[in-house]
């Protein structure tokens, strides 16, 4: 299993719900932010055992720790109970459980998940509670972005991040789950920082053939007769432009890392070997082709056309590259 406490044993939310509890100052409601909606769930289960675990933190392994864990404690509650997201009448649900009283601990906590998916009405109805809670009743709201919320409910909260982390991190915390060291490394450099990308990105089978053709690009390609070539296998690989611009970003700094001599810091090992063949590139010219990837991206963002844009990009890297080797 995925060492989800590890990683997050570290970050100033795991720090501060931990003092509150140490200091007997528990706040009766949190907001957890994460980008990752996938271990949203898990995340919030985590902050649930720390408050509630019988050992010290929490250890995941007395009777508490694993009930939570399995869903099985009573005073625990995830909600939505059902479906996608808290609606009104599981808010509803959940106010006549805040009053009846705790079982096997001292308090009671709910979880509500997805709370970036609950509509104003649900909101506004958990708002009463957050206001005025019944004694010994915490509410572990997790939610993937702030704004789908009310302000109202925002006041109400202790808010805390739960960041993004650094690749080193990611790969320790994944590397015995998901053993193929390349394609992990691949999968989380063209993440965004979090848990649920980086698997998902480890399965893509579409990743690792873009990775080969942004190889081929950046080691073969030689004249901008190739240009069109290259631009069709690209748009007709079914990969996303984001993804083809995040994979050509990353290759390029792995290239420019190994040009100042820095190879610890490479993110794709075995990439490296091939890049080593790219004939022709001055750190000038790796630093241009970085530009102009930042470019692309920006005029994405424009509505810019995929297929113009990535043609444009292959004749900038060349340029880039002619321009450089006249200097
Ligand atoms: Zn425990």
Not at 102 to 131: D, G, H, V, Y
Not at 259 to 273: M, P, Q, R
Request: hydrophobic share 35%; glycine share 6%; aromatic share 8%.
């Amino acid at each position: 299993m995925i060492d989800l406490l590890g990683l997050i044993k570290d970050t100033n939310a795991y720090k501060t719900v931990k003092g509150d509890k140490d200091s007997g100052r528990l706040s009766h409601a949190y907001l957890f932010l994460t980008p990752d909606g996938e271990n949203l769930t898990e995340y919030l289960k985590i902050f649930a055992k720390l408050i509630d675990c019988e050992e010290w933190g929490c250890c995941g392994k007395c009777r508490t720790c694993k009930l939570i864990e399995s869903n099985g404690f009573a005073d625990v509650i995830l909600y939505p109970t059902d479906g996608e997201t808290v609606t009104s009448e599981q808010v509803n649900a959940l106010i006549s459980e805040s009053f009846v009283k705790p079982i096997e601990s001292e308090r009671k906590i709910f979880l509500i998940t997805n709370a970036q998916t609950m509509n104003t009405q649900a909101q506004n109805k958990l708002l009463k509670t957050l206001e005025e809670p019944p004694k010994n009743v915490h509410i572990l709201i997790g939610s993937t972005s702030e704004f789908p919320l009310l302000s109202t409910i925002k006041s109400r909260v202790k808010k805390l991040q739960i960041p993004s982390f650094s690749a080193e991190k990611l790969f320790n915390a994944l590397k015995k789950d998901y053993p193929d060291e390349e394609s992990l490394l691949s999968a989380i450099a063209c993440g965004d920082g979090t848990v649920g990308t980086a698997i998902l990105n480890y399965s893509d089978q579409t990743l690792k053939e873009l990775t080969e053709l942004c190889l081929e690009v950046i080691v073969d390609m030689q004249s901008s007769s190739e240009v069109l070539e290259y631009s069709n296998k690209i748009t007709s690989s079914k990969c996303d432009f984001n993804k083809f611009l995040s994979v050509m970003e990353l290759l390029y700094r792995d290239l420019l890392v190994y040009f100042e001599g820095k190879e610890s810091l490479i993110s794709n090992v075995k990439a490296l070997e091939k890049l080593k063949g790219a004939k022709g590139y001055k750190t000038g010219s790796i630093l241009s082709a970085l530009e102009k990837i930042t470019e692309a991206s920006m005029r994405k963002k424009f509505n810019a056309n995929a297929t113009m844009l990535t043609e444009w990009l292959l004749f900038q890297i060349l340029e880039g590259k002619y321009k450089w080797q006249k200097l």
